[in-house]
């Protein structure tokens, strides 16, 4: 089992660019949620999708954008870069069939926005 | 709304001392209650968890008690080892909101 893998593992983009990030979840899984994590923080969730859908948002910006594809996999895409995206994404996949269901976390993609 | 507090790093410990990460938590319904771990350069990794009040969980030494009286969830190991340094993170995950609530994190460094 190849766990939750993401890519690529690190990125550099300039201010106002386009980012792209992509997430394979564990094998089993269905639902996939976005992470950022800043420098010295914990994780704040981005959103969760299901069933190719967005079900929750945190409280991010509309520059940040996901989709979910029939199998499962997930991509983050973030427009109009800031220096303060300048985190690390995280992945985290997970079964909704149980009431307190355990993510599993991918490696993380560092985003260097400079 | 939901929220977890976690004691402040870094924590510098000799090793074989024991550890104590301190962690509460608000939640208005009833969570369960992790720990993760961060090595340098890494995601997060599943320590422990428990589900209900009064649950312990247990892995690799460290173990954490679900107090619904107190809203804690304090990690402990009696003898810390140099490999276990590292960022620990205290988070909480309710049915129906579909995220985790995560800590700031908590630094540990451990001596030889």
């Known amino acids: 089992d190849a766990g939750v893998t993401q890519s690529p593992t690190h990125l550099i983009k300039t201010r106002g660019q386009q980012v792209t990030l992509r997430c394979s979840p564990k094998?089993?899984?269905?639902?996939v949620s976005w992470y950022q994590q800043a420098l010295g923080q914990g994780p704040q969730f981005i959103f969760q999708?299901?069933?190719?859908?967005?079900?929750q948002r945190g409280n991010f910006p509309d520059r940040f954008s996901g989709h979910q594809f029939p199998n499962y996999s997930s991509e983050l895409n973030v427009n109009a870069l800031l220096l303060g995206d300048s985190a690390l994404y995280l992945c985290a996949s997970s079964s909704p069939g149980q009431r307190n269901t355990e993510a599993f976390f991918g490696q993380g993609t560092r985003l260097t926005v400079v | 709304g939901d929220s977890v507090t976690q004691m402040e790093g870094p924590v510098t410990l000799s090793e074989e001392a024991f550890l104590t990460i301190n962690c509460t938590y608000t939640?208005?319904?009833?969570?369960?209650l992790f720990w993760y771990v961060q090595y340098p350069g890494e995601g997060l990794q599943l320590l422990l968890k428990a589900t209900k009040a009064d649950d312990k969980g247990s892995n690799k030494g460290f173990e954490a008690t679900y107090r619904k009286e107190t809203t804690s969830f304090h990690l402990e190991k009696g003898s810390v080892q140099v490999s276990d340094s590292a960022v620990y993170f205290c988070a909480l995950f309710t049915s129906g909101t579909y995220k985790y609530i995560f800590g700031t994190g908590t630094r540990l460094k451990v001596l030889a």
């Open positions: 939640a208005t319904g009833y969570p369960s």
């Open positions: 094998s089993g899984h269905d639902t």
């Open positions: 999708y299901y069933e190719e859908e967005e079900r």
